[in-house]
Structure formats: C-alpha cells, structure tokens
T-cell receptor, first 110, second 117 residues
Framework: RKEVEQDPGPFNVPEGATVAFNCTYS??????FFWYRQDCRKEPKLLMS???SGNEDGRFTAQLNRASQYISLLIRDSKLSDSATYLC???????????FGPGTSLSVIP | GAVVSQHPSWVICKSGTSVKIECRSL??????MFWYRQFPKQSLMLMAT?????????EQGVEKDKFLINHASLTLSTLTVTSAHPEDSSFYIC?????????????FGPGTRLTVT
C-alpha cells in the first residue's frame, strides 16, 4: 500500500461547482497534514495546513479524520484559476521529510 | 520572505556529462534542504535530505554516487547529476527548511528541468 493515496482524477467541473478531493495515509503516527497546489511545470505551493478540528480558508475547507487516516479538501464555487493539481502531503512526525501523494488534477471549465 | 531560488531553471546536456544544480535560500538560513525529482504526470519523490556540514541522507533506491549533494553553507545546497543519462531527464525541485522551524515547514524552489540527450 502506498504511503499517501489520492483520488486518481482528473476532475473536470464547471465554474461555480463544488468539488471534493480525498486522501488517505498509511502511517498512523503521521503528525502534520497539508494540501499543496501545483500548476503545470511549476513548483508546488502550500494551499493550506489541515488541522484536527478542520479549517476553512475562503472557498477552501480541509478536514482531517485521524481514526480513518483520511484527509479531504473541499473547494466551493470553483474558479477557472483553481485548475491545477492538488497534492496531499503528510509529515511523519519526528522526521524532517514529508511524503507527497500522487496528486489529483482539477480542470474548471467555463 | 522565505524565497528559494534554483539555478539553472532548465538545462540540456549530452549523455555522459555531469550537471550541477544550485539551490539557495535567499532571505533565511536553512540547516536542512531537500531534493525532489518529479517525472511527467507523477508526484514529487524525495531523493535526499541535505544537512549543512554533514553528509546527505539518501532515500532508498537513489544512488548517492550518481547524485552528489553538497550543503556547504546555510544558504546553499548543490545537486550534481554525474554521468547523466536520458532516464535522468526530470524536473528537479529543492526545498529549504528555515533553521529552528518545525520539521514540516519547507519552502520550494522553482525547479530545474533537466533534459539529457
């Protein structure tokens, strides 16, 4: 089983739609969780951290379920500019390194 | 703040030659830097963790003699791809963790696209 798995995608949605991405991780000792966004041929950029209580940043909502080892990202009122690959990222506690999921591609269509 | 640069941004080289990629933290010191590789339509794969003043820690399956990492100062790490082959063609991205911050805090460079002909 891969350490971090994501919906395979791609997701093609119309502008204004709500879309949800799922991510699961295998290491129950994982401590920190993030969603990154990567545009084509660019470096990944931090979108938001994911907290146990869930957190919201504008149109973006992230949820964490430690018992199920599951993370989600919800995007409301999709914009054309949201088109990108969304990467689920997990940090394994005392180690420096983070593990990137394979990413889910989103295309928002006019 | 927290800007990381990479140089070159792209490079084309012939098979058998060596290529050096630089990663610099411009406005902060970074005891730890990371090197990733990303093949088309795949996610980032960590190659190695570079610590200033000590040997890099390589991930399983990454040849340390082929991918030489030097982290000689708190603002510079270099990755040298030795005897490059076409299968080494990839997008190489570094990240830097500001000294004294949480383990997961990283800032990414813009990446270097390597093409080996």
């Amino acid at each position: 089983r891969k350490e971090v798995e994501q919906d395979p995608g791609p997701f093609n949605v119309p502008e204004g739609a709500t879309v949800a991405f799922n991510c699961t991780y295998s290491n129950s000792a994982s401590q920190s969780f993030f969603w990154y966004r990567q545009d084509c041929r660019k470096e990944p950029k931090l979108l938001m951290s994911v907290y146990s209580s869930g957190n919201e940043d504008g149109r973006f909502t992230a949820q964490l379920n430690r018992a199920s080892q599951y993370i989600s990202l919800l995007i409301r009122d999709s914009k054309l500019s949201d088109s990108a690959t969304y990467l689920c990222v997990v940090n394994e506690g005392s180690y420096d390194k983070v593990i990137f999921g394979p990413g889910t591609s989103l295309s928002v269509i006019p | 703040g927290a800007v990381v640069s990479q140089h070159p941004s792209w490079v084309i080289c012939k098979s058998g030659t060596s290529v050096k990629i630089e990663c610099r933290s411009l406005d902060f010191q970074a005891t730890t830097m990371f090197w990733y590789r990303q093949f088309p339509k795949q996610s980032l794969m960590l190659m190695a963790t570079s610590n200033e003043g000590s040997k890099a820690t390589y991930e399983q399956g990454v040849e340390k003699d082929k991918f030489l990492i030097n982290h000689a100062s708190l603002t510079l790490s270099t990755l040298t791809v030795t005897s490059a082959h076409p299968e080494d063609s990839s997008f190489y991205i570094c990240s830097a963790r500001p000294t004294g911050t949480a383990p997961y805090e990283q800032y990414f460079g813009p990446g270097t696209r390597l093409t080996v002909t």
